[in-house]
């Protein structure tokens, strides 16, 4: 899709930036598209941690879901973000564990809440290029691939996500 799509920044601020690649649910009769908010599991964690570190450049806020792995697993609510602990990763607090989660997995905003709810969107594209969001309340336009090869190397999160998500025309 060829620009013409409105970027939903709800949950985003000023300076954030969406890096090409990102997972989209497109909505075409509305002409919007929006980012799931993912990140990368900066280390591994332990079975019962309530504390996550998670690669900086992640798009996840307080107040969504966090989960990892198979869709019906467990998410709970992102309590607290510390950005100042570390350069190369926040530490994302939720009230309940959503369980051991390993270096390198993707983390993602669940739309559920609970030991068995994990779930995601319907993603229907992948952001074509990087978009920074740079004033709130503005209109960005973006485009989308909805059908394509990418290299998974140089695709956030996707690989992991697109069992999940359903991204069925994307070929990594």
Request: hydrophobic residues 45%.
């Amino acid at each position: 899709y060829q620009g013409g799509f409105v970027l939903v920044t709800t949950g985003l601020a000023v300076g954030d930036v969406i890096v090409a690649g990102t997972p989209l649910v497109i909505d075409e009769a509305a002409r919007t598209a929006t980012p799931l908010h993912v990140g990368g599991a900066y280390d591994t964690s332990g079975g019962t941690a309530t504390a996550y570190n998670v690669k900086k450049g992640h798009t996840l806020k307080v107040g969504d879901n966090l989960a990892s792995g198979a869709i019906g697993g467990k998410a709970y609510a992102i309590t607290a973000i510390d950005t100042t602990t570390s350069t190369l990763y926040d530490i994302l607090t939720v009230g309940t564990s959503i369980g051991a989660v390993t270096a390198g997995a993707t983390v993602y905003a669940s739309t559920a809440t609970g030991a068995t709810a994990s779930a995601l969107p319907a993603s229907n594209g992948l952001l074509y290029e990087e978009t920074a969001i740079d004033v709130l309340g503005t209109q960005i336009s973006v485009s989308a691939v909805i059908r394509g090869t990418v290299y998974a190397r140089r695709v956030p999160y996707t690989t992991s996500i697109a069992a999940l998500a359903g991204l069925k025309f994307i070929i990594y």
